[in-house]
């Protein structure tokens, strides 16, 4: 077994839920390695997160961001955590939601998704500013 | 360390919450193999999830199913991914909050879940079809 | 490639988020000796969850807290799960939402954390008496 590891930083990106597989694994050739393994994206904040969904129609992005908003909306009056903005507590919230990491098989020195599924980046707040991501693999 | 990996293919079922831990240990006998390890299982779509939950009394399947209904609805207003039918969008909502994968610690050649836990297939379309999980597992 | 893992049993905690990074840590000091490697931490329970949220400002906990409930009300008219208390039904479902797992990377024999986060004990019920978690740890 071997096993590889490394840490990116993402570029700024508006609030909303981002596609970054392309970003993942061009990042992290280390991949094409592994016969047979696992990989491991971690996001090191608390106001964003990591989630697998649709590759293709952007309008799903649009929908999560918007039900989201929704069910964890700004300004609820029992919120007492708000000295960072009316954005800082529905992020926090969201990223447990969503959760902080995506594990995925690798299979032949690629990630094995279905084909309609990419990894996104889960950027909560209005101005998140870059987000740093550990990436781990292993396998044989 | 070892590492095993398998695709299966899961028979269709109605939308709701499904118990399939049977399933998946029986499918993947090589769990027995290992004395300690990990096991993953990631399903390759992005309009099903997977969950651990309790494994007994079927009410807690048939309330999940309710509230998730209730938390994310049909139809709403700004939903723009609509062409697939009004279950499709709020499919890929409830896929992130539950996620794509789960894993689970292998000890002496079995899941080291709880006593009350089982591993569910969450299938939010009404129509989902087959669903594939790939599965690995790892340790010595 | 090392493996490690063990059981050990949290003290019961009032319902809310609860944050246990010391205490996996202290716990499981076997973490020290990889070099690069995962940690998976899982929960043994269906009515209880495990997160990474805000290490600092109390105040996320209280809101997170609030915000689930808000979320999850107990009692809704189409609850059959009832039986066992008003808190259980809605305990399951927050579980789900959170999950029953935390992977971390470890680096240089310790959790690769990002400044802010914590791992969380999430107690959705009243009384959930002591937790059980089953810690593993692989990598070189």
Redesign the interface.
């Known amino acids: 077994?071997t096993?590889?590891?490394k840490t990116i930083k993402l570029p700024p990106v508006p609030r909303g839920f981002h596609l970054i597989t392309p970003l993942v694994a061009d990042a992290f050739p280390e991949l094409k390695a592994l016969k047979?393994?696992?990989l491991?994206v971690?996001?090191?904040?608390?106001s964003a997160g990591l989630?697998?969904?649709?590759n293709a129609?952007p309008?799903?992005r649009?929908?999560?961001e918007?039900?989201f908003n929704?069910?964890?909306p700004e300004n609820?009056p029992?919120?007492?955590?708000t000295t960072e903005g009316s954005d800082d507590?529905p992020a926090?919230?969201k990223?447990?939601?969503?959760?902080?990491?995506?594990?995925?098989?690798i299979?032949n020195g690629r990630m094995?998704?279905?084909?309609?599924?990419g990894i996104?980046l889960c950027e909560h707040r209005d101005h998140g500013g870059p987000r740093?991501l550990?990436i781990?693999a292993?396998?044989?």
Not at 51 to 54: A, H, L, V
Not at 95 to 105: E, M, Q, R, T
Request: charged share 10%.
């Open positions: 077994m096993f590889f590891q047979q393994g696992m491991h971690f996001i090191q904040h608390t989630t697998i969904n649709e129609d309008t799903v649009h929908d999560l918007r039900h929704h069910m964890v609820q029992y919120y007492k955590h507590m926090h919230i990223a447990s939601l969503v959760g902080s990491s995506v594990s995925i098989p299979t094995n998704l279905g084909t309609w599924q996104y740093t550990v781990s292993f396998g044989h």
